[in-house]
């Protein structure tokens, strides 16, 4: 933006010897006019010769006078032109219209009318010096109101520039936001900009294994600034979920991405989380956000995650913490994240803060209308005060059952077209030590079933069935990963890290994998093969270890095994758990 | 916000007092210059014990400040950290960068 505002007012301190105002001498009769002409000419004043009025108002418009002198020999009726010209142009030039006669004309009336006219009269007879010095507090007045304009024109530019770039950034934000209209069904959220724009920003979103993930981010200040470096934020949390990536993987991108675009001092608290109603498990980021808290049916406090981290933005990629805390559920909750807008926001009495305490508070009772209680409860203490920052809430359902089995979604005409006759399908493929090195398994399933067409109610569980088998495949077949690890405590980090090297340092083994769509007797089915060069497996000691954890009532497991024979029609393993098959009807036979 | 600046045995005091945010980028930025351009200075204490409030541009700031410092070989430390000053450091986890004595 080009804005070279003029210099700096000094309407206390006038210059010292201003230059006399240039005039023009508007006077019907030429003897009066010539008299006036000469008084001026001997104060030293510079006149400009004018045609008619027009021309004379066109002159002073463009501030190339500052005076037009108009004589009343006429009654005023050349006065009165002017003066409505410039009422009816307004804005008009920096320019002054004074009423000036050499001698006593018309009666008080007349005076009366022309002091709405007129800005100034000039009495005559007056002396030269006084005439002078008149002229010279015209020039510095209108040396003051030109600049005043071109200062409200800049102001005025200013902000229409300003607010078109609101409006376009406004507008972008809210593209940029991804929907899911059933994601969305599970939040509940208030945000509140201290300007136009929030650098606040909350989402929900569905991963392909129907996994609700979770953003709160709040980018540092507020306005444009802070909605701009919180818009990668939100980029990278929509197409990272829609690709079923974790929370680990989201979190680390985004501070890549914000570490490369942003400036030192400039940085962006998150929370982000995933939920995963199949399991009942919530895995949980938070870097720099106020306390998130798990509210049980009643609004009680079930578990609180501190900031862990540190805002995403700062630390470089070797010093990032990307580890999640985990935390099981049992009843029907809800995940409450706010932003320091709220914790923040100070009291009627200017002294507390709205706190855990203040917000527990506001919390207690039945889930339904818990947002507007909150948002009741941070008016009643802030006395309905405007907030410094920018403040959100975001509470998000934790139900016992994932989304889609609780609704059923339309399908869209193009996925029902896609199966349509001649949909039936092989796609067979042979991954070898180089491939398997660098593919990240859950992007390659979301992307293999949202190309093949699967009917959307069933694109869950297709994902769950491709990624288990797969990563099973791969974990304990090619990689040969002990799955007992993952019972000793710390496993999961310890299963991570072992797997990181092995899969690294792989130079030998492959994996081959096949999926076919075929009709059979009237309905339609997806069959998947999968064959590893791993050593296998005793399918029913397995098994055994399975129920065996179950019945000691540890972890809700359904990951694994249990999970895909309960989203497949038939599971079966053969060639000593090197190779498995699987088979989900698409659609049934009537 | 006001500073006040002392240096002894080549640590440079900073002592902030009242509300540390936006408005107080100048004032902070104009108090620690010299400093990271002194030799006689080896360590920028900033000392937050009359400090009311800080926002996140506060801790941008501070960030700033320490990135300055490690290119100019010297270490910042934070003292006095008290009350909700004490807390938007924790929620921030600044334990992580700096030393809070």
Redo the contacts between chains.
């Keep these: 933006m080009d804005l070279n505002p003029p210099p700096p007012l000094a309407l206390g301190v006038p210059p010292r010897r201003a230059a006399l105002a240039r005039a023009i001498v508007i006077e019907g009769r030429s003897d009066v006019r010539a008299r006036l002409c000469a008084m001026l000419e001997a104060a030293g004043a510079s006149l400009a010769e004018v045609a008619d009025v027009d021309e004379a108002i066109a002159l002073a418009d463009r501030g190339e006078v500052e005076l037009i002198l108009c004589g009343v020999s006429d009654g005023g009726e050349v006065l009165r032109t002017i003066a409505a010209r410039r009422m009816a142009s307004r804005p008009s030039g920096p320019w002054a219209l004074v009423a000036v006669s050499p001698e006593e004309v018309g009666g008080p009336s007349l005076l009366d009318e022309l002091q709405d006219l007129a800005d100034d009269f000039l009495p005559m007879p007056i002396s030269t010096g006084w005439l002078g010095a008149r002229l010279r507090l015209y020039g510095r007045m209108g040396a003051y109101v030109s600049r005043m304009q071109a200062q409200r024109a800049a102001l005025k530019r200013y902000q229409d520039e300003a607010e078109e770039e609101q409006r376009i950034a406004s507008y972008l934000i809210s593209r940029l936001e991804g929907r899911d209209s059933l994601a969305e069904r599970m939040m509940h959220a208030w945000v509140s900009p201290a300007h136009h724009l929030s650098g606040d920003v909350v989402a929900v979103a569905r991963s392909p294994d129907d996994r609700i993930n979770v953003l709160l981010a709040d980018g540092t200040g507020h306005g444009l600034a802070a909605a701009i470096s919180v818009l990668p934020v939100s980029e990278v949390f929509h197409r990272m979920t829609d690709r079923g990536f974790d929370i680990a993987s989201i979190v680390t991108e985004m501070n890549r991405k914000l570490r490369s675009c942003m400036p030192a001092d400039r940085f962006v608290a998150c929370t982000a989380a995933s939920i995963d109603m199949r399991e009942r498990v919530i895995e949980l980021w938070n870097g720099g956000c106020p306390p998130v808290m798990l509210l049980g049916a009643d609004g009680s406090l079930e578990r609180v995650w501190r900031s862990r981290h540190m805002a995403l933005g700062i630390l470089d990629g070797k010093d990032f913490d990307s580890s999640v805390e985990r935390c099981a559920y049992r009843e029907e909750s809800q995940l409450m994240v706010v932003s320091d807008g709220l914790s923040e926001a100070l009291g009627a009495d200017g002294k507390h803060r709205f706190g855990d305490r203040e917000l527990l508070e506001a919390v207690r009772g039945p889930a339904d209308q818990r947002l507007e209680r909150v948002v009741h409860g941070l008016h009643d203490f802030t006395g309905g005060r405007p907030l410094e920052d920018d403040a959100s809430i975001l509470l998000v359902d934790c139900l016992l059952e994932p989304l889609s089995e609780l609704v059923v979604e339309p399908e869209t005409p193009a996925h029902a077209q896609a199966r349509g006759r001649g949909s039936h399908w092989a796609l067979e493929m042979r991954l070898g030590p180089a491939q398997l090195r660098k593919i990240t398994l859950a992007p390659f399933v979301s992307g293999l079933v949202e190309q093949l067409g699967i009917p959307r109610r069933l694109r869950s569980n297709v994902f769950c069935m491709l990624s288990e088998l797969l990563a099973n495949a791969l974990d304990y077949g090619v990689l040969g990963m002990d799955p007992v690890i993952l019972e000793q405590e710390n496993g999961r980090e310890r299963f991570r890290e072992d797997r990181a090297q092995r899969l690294a340092a792989l130079v030998s083994g492959s994996l081959w994998f096949k999926a076919v769509v075929e009709p059979s007797g009237g309905g339609e089915f997806l069959q998947v093969e999968i064959e590893d060069s791993g050593g296998g497996f005793d399918i029913e000691s397995v098994e055994a270890r399975l129920s065996r954890l179950k019945g000691r009532g540890a972890v809700r497991r359904g990951r694994g095994l249990e999970l895909v024979r309960s989203v497949c029609d038939t599971l079966r393993f053969d060639q000593d758990g090197r190779r498995v098959v699987a088979v989900i009807a698409l659609s049934r036979p009537v | 916000m006001q500073t006040q600046v002392s240096v002894i045995n080549e640590r440079a005091r900073i002592a902030l007092s009242g509300r540390f945010d936006?408005n107080a980028h100048r004032t902070f930025k104009s108090a620690y210059e010299g400093q990271i351009k002194s030799n006689e200075v080896s360590a920028i204490e900033i000392d937050l014990g009359n400090v009311e409030y800080l926002?996140?541009?506060a801790?941008?700031?501070l960030?700033?400040l320490r990135?300055q410092a490690s290119s100019a070989h010297k270490t910042v430390i934070l003292t006095n950290c008290r009350g909700?000053v004490q807390q938007?450091l924790?929620?921030?986890?600044?334990k992580?960068?700096f030393t809070i004595q």
Excluded: R, Y
Aim: aromatic letters at 10%.
């Design positions: 936006f926002d996140s541009a801790l941008g700031m960030l700033l990135d909700v938007i924790d929620i921030a986890n600044f992580k960068l």
